[in-house]
Antibody, heavy 124, light 110 residues
Framework: QVQLVQSGAEVKKPGASVKVSCKAS????????MHWVRQAPGQGLEWMGW????????KSAQKFQGRVTMTRDTSINTAYMELSRLRSDDTAAYHC?????????????????WGQGTTVTVSS | QSVLTQPPSASGTPGQRVTISCSGS????????VNWYQQLPGTAPKLLIY???QRPSGVPDRFSGSKSGTSASLAISGLQSEDEADYYC???????????FGGGTKLTVL
């Protein structure tokens, strides 16, 4: 079945970087946009950005521009999100989520498959 | 606008019908479709309603969505205990060039 499996929990110090992986199965990662959404403890959902895994093109929320890098490795059907210059308020669960088809010409679509989330804790 | 506006909480008794509202603006709900997500405690969000009123396969028809202008709503009829969860609306925002989420509504089944 279609699923996204993310890498395990991370503990990082302020100023460090974290890279989260998201392995797709049951479909080809290059066929659908991949979004990254985070959720701080007890808080709501916050969209971070998307990648078109077919072209490699990305778009990130202004809040994260300059700190977030989204990439993919098509040979292993996996997407990645790296967040740099971590702060304590980056402590959150980070989810990858499948968006619409890249062939539709628009990234605007419901997020129909979600990864289980990767908890990132930033603490000195 | 940083988030779409939802009530922080809602409640109902088993069998009741509850609605959750979601208010936005012309750059998001007013010009794009609305999706709803259900997040059960300790789990990842799940797509519940897409394109305003469509249900993915497996979602009971007790769940329905609607949209009018810059607002949308989620209705749950025949409320069940397993519906106790957080519910988020979302709509593509033309300024953000990405999905904008509501702040979430915690539904309690009394």
């Amino acid at each position: 079945q279609v699923q996204l499996v993310q890498s395990g929990a991370e503990v990082k110090k302020p100023g460090a970087s974290v890279k989260v992986s998201c392995k797709a199965s049951g479909y080809t990662v290059t066929d659908y946009y991949m979004h990254w959404v985070r959720q701080a403890p007890g808080q709501g959902l916050e969209w971070m950005g998307w990648i078109n895994p077919n072209s490699g093109g990305t778009k990130s929320a202004q809040k994260f521009q300059g700190r977030v890098t989204m990439t993919r490795d098509t040979s292993i059907n996996t997407a990645y999100m790296e967040l740099s210059r971590l702060r304590s308020d980056d402590t959150a669960a980070y989810h990858c989520a499948r968006g619409g088809s890249v062939w539709s010409g628009s990234a605007a679509d419901g997020l129909d498959v979600w990864g289980q989330g990767t908890t990132v804790t930033v603490s000195s | 606008q940083s988030v779409l506006t939802q009530p922080p909480s809602a409640s109902g008794t088993p069998g009741q019908r509850v609605t959750i509202s979601c208010s936005g603006s012309s750059s998001n709900i007013g010009s794009n479709t609305v999706n709803w997500y259900q997040q059960l405690p300790g789990t990842a969000p799940k797509l519940l309603i897409y394109t305003n009123n469509q249900r993915p396969s497996g979602v009971p028809d007790r769940f329905s969505g609607s949209k009018s202008g810059t607002s949308a709503s989620l209705a749950i009829s025949g409320l069940q205990s397993e519906d106790e969860a957080d519910y988020y609306c979302a709509a593509w925002d033309d300024s953000l060039n990405g999905p904008l989420f509501g702040g979430g509504t915690k539904l309690t089944v009394l």
